[in-house]
């Protein structure tokens, strides 16, 4: 799912707010939720998984959409 998030325009790859140019990931409980928008759009999905250490942060969408 993560790879057409660019194509369908969900996280703008040039954007005059660079924040929105990144997924937010938070890992929380057992829980992995990936979060992505441009202010007009949003998407977000989870999944199980076994966390370690909770927290959350951003990474830059193109890392994620890089072939």
């Not at 057409?4 to 954007?15: P, Q, T, W």
């Not at 959350?56 to 959409?65: E, F, S």
């Amino acid at each position: 799912m993560i790879m057409y998030l660019a194509e369908i325009g969900v996280y703008e790859r040039k954007s005059t707010i660079p924040i929105l140019s990144n997924l937010l990931v938070e890992a929380k409980g057992s829980r992995l939720t990936i979060t992505a928008t441009d202010l007009e759009l949003s998407i977000r999905t989870s999944c199980e998984v076994k966390v370690k250490k909770e927290g959350a942060g951003t990474i830059p969408g193109h890392l994620w959409t890089a072939a």
